[in-house]
């Protein structure tokens, strides 16, 4: 698992006007090509008396699977410019799809170049980009006279902490970054003086707005 990568936050479109030509652009998380071909033709569907609808997605931690389609476009106009862009982005497990209803001026391949990446970049910002972070979560069990000593260290350093349980003992649940485990173990040992009961739990990816 990546220790933290960039991908859209969920779904969104924004449409811009060029030369009398409509491009709206479609972006959705996608973390499967079986994901990312349900909506592009979702979008065709949706889109059917469009003139293109153009796609392009990246999937998988190393980016292993990359398609673009120019559906109708001159070669290389339209799909891989707007994989560029995904590429650029350093965006993973992502699909954008642009449709274009052609307003009777042709764009040349340079003016459909530079109108496909327009419009995924400006899709991909309406969708909004967050980085998600792998993180542990730590379960920590002491005593309540330990219980502000600790919650004071961890406000200031770099550990969250994602819930407080007042129990028989106090029971602090707090995300770790991978790769700083042992740290935060050695940190909490001796903030405690061992006084605490320390246990490594489930890993997951916490989301951050990016942009």
Not at 18 to 29: E, G, L, N, P, T
Not at 57 to 86: F, R
Not at 103 to 132: D, F, P, Q, T
């Amino acid at each position: 698992m990546l220790k933290e990568y960039f991908t859209v936050k969920g779904e969104g479109s924004h449409e811009i006007d060029i030369q009398k030509s409509r491009f709206i652009a479609h972006v959705k998380r996608a973390e499967s090509e079986e994901e990312a071909l349900a909506f592009v033709q979702a979008v065709k569907k949706e889109h059917w008396n469009a003139t293109h609808n153009c796609s392009a997605y990246m999937i998988g931690e190393q980016n292993l699977i990359q398609k673009a389609s120019d559906d109708g476009e001159p070669a290389g106009t339209a799909g891989v410019p707007m994989l560029e862009v995904l590429k650029k982005k350093d965006l993973k497990d992502a699909v954008v799809v642009v449709t274009r209803y052609f307003g009777g001026i042709k764009l040349g391949a340079g003016g459909l170049i530079r109108a496909y990446s327009k419009a995924a970049s400006e899709g991909i910002r309406a969708a909004g980009i967050v980085k998600r972070t792998l993180v542990s979560t730590f379960h920590v069990k002491l005593d309540y006279s330990w219980l502000g000593k600790v919650e004071n260290a961890l406000h200031s350093s770099p550990y969250q902490i994602k819930e407080i349980q007042y129990l028989e003992q106090v029971e602090l649940s707090i995300y770790v970054k991978e790769g700083e485990q042992d740290a935060f173990q050695n940190w909490m040992a001796d903030l405690t003086n061992g006084q605490a009961a320390i246990s490594e739990g489930e890993k997951q990816y916490l989301e951050t707005d990016a942009e």
